[in-house]
């Protein structure tokens, strides 16, 4: 059995019906468990007081914004090279979850920088890279819409998933290139030392699943309408010719 | 059961209450746009199945 007989349209929506509901449930919990957790009860940090409560949106959101590029890459380059449609048709449905993601970040971290740093927004390597990444995702979503043929369509999106995945990676590691800017690194980490108290770690761990698990969902539920989509648009061609 | 969140009410109420909405509309969007893309090839088959038959 091979992932590539996924690439299949028939094959991908009968393994997603199958999958979808349970993906459903497990998210649902997943989010319940992690937000109650999180806002209720955990403490506040001796710092930033009550407002470390924001963590638990804000690192899953801004996390999976750049997650879902690097997903809608993965697909892109299968699209470029295999030249399969369910990959294609995936990135294009991971586009507008990856972009709520990023507007729940901006949103979020605006919230929380605003009491702690005393201002709303900073031109910082991070938060600017975060913000073009945002734009990518735009632009994206643009495109597919500005062009009718689908597979030129899939080819220039592709590209430009490319050429955005620069700011994807330095949203993520800007911090690291650059030692300067207000906002932090990593609140997640292998080396212990860095991370975040276990008090606030678990309960964060449990909302990151549950962003990764919606988002899973989300682009499941959504690639199988665009799959849906491809064929209506087909079957109306069809009839336009007869 | 509510926790005192002081000062900051305002800026930990606004992001959950921002990061619900935007999920929420993401994912109603989502389950619309399935539905209405399902029901619309659903009849667009019908009507060529009929018209072949």
Same mark, same amino acid.
């Given at each position: 059995?091979?992932?590539?007989?996924?690439?299949?349209?028939?094959? !991908?929506?009968?393994?997603?019906?199958?999958?979808?509901?349970?993906?459903?449930?497990?998210?649902?919990?997943?989010?319940?468990?992690?937000?109650?957790?999180?806002?209720?009860?955990?403490?506040?940090?001796?710092?930033?007081?009550?407002?470390?409560?924001i963590?638990?949106?804000?690192?899953?959101?801004?996390?999976?914004a750049i997650n879902a590029w690097i997903m809608m890459l993965a697909a892109s380059l299968i699209w470029l090279v295999r030249r399969h449609?369910?990959?294609?048709?995936?990135?294009?449905?991971?586009?507008?979850?990856?972009?709520?993601?990023?507007l729940i970040a901006l949103v979020t971290g605006a919230l929380w920088g605003q009491p702690?740093?005393?201002?709303?927004?900073?031109?910082?390597? /991070?938060?600017?890279?975060?913000?073009?990444?945002?734009? !990518?995702?735009l632009g994206y979503i643009a495109l597919w819409s500005a062009i009718e043929d689908p597979d030129t369509a899939a080819d220039l999106t592709s590209v430009l998933c490319l050429v955005g995945s620069v700011f994807a990676v330095l949203s993520r590691y800007a911090v690291n290139f650059w030692?300067?800017?207000?906002?932090?690194?990593?609140?997640?980490?292998?080396?212990a030392e860095e991370n975040v108290a276990d008090v606030?770690?678990?309960?964060?761990?449990?909302?990151?699943?549950?962003?990764?698990?919606? !988002?899973?969902?989300?682009?499941?539920? /959504?690639? /199988?309408?665009?799959?849906?989509?491809? /064929?209506?648009l087909a079957l109306l061609a069809r009839e336009r010719m007869a | 059961m509510m926790p005192d969140l002081g000062a900051y009410a305002a800026a930990v109420l606004g992001s959950y209450?921002?990061?619900?909405?935007?999920?929420?509309?993401?994912?109603g969007l989502s389950l619309w746009r399935a539905a209405r893309i399902k029901r619309t090839l659903r009849d667009v088959e019908r009507r060529r199945e009929r018209d072949l038959g």
């Open positions: 059995m091979s992932i590539w007989e996924y690439a299949n349209p028939k094959k !991908f929506m009968q393994a997603s019906e199958a999958v979808l509901p349970w993906l459903a449930a497990l998210t649902a919990v997943s989010l319940v468990v992690g937000l109650i957790w999180g806002f209720f009860f955990t403490p506040d940090d001796f710092r930033q007081g009550s407002t470390v409560k963590i638990y949106v804000h690192v899953p959101s801004a996390m999976m449609h369910v990959s294609v048709l995936a990135a294009k449905a991971a586009a507008p979850v990856g972009l709520t993601f990023v702690m740093w005393g201002t709303w927004w900073a031109w910082e390597p /991070r938060l600017t890279s975060f913000l073009i990444l945002g734009l !990518f995702y030692s300067q800017g207000l906002h932090q690194g990593a609140s997640l980490s292998l080396d606030f770690w678990y309960p964060l761990l449990v909302c990151i699943g549950g962003f990764v698990l919606l !988002f899973l969902t989300l682009v499941l539920l /959504r690639t /199988r309408t665009e799959v849906r989509m491809r /064929r209506l | 209450a921002a990061t619900l909405a935007l999920l929420a509309a993401i994912v």
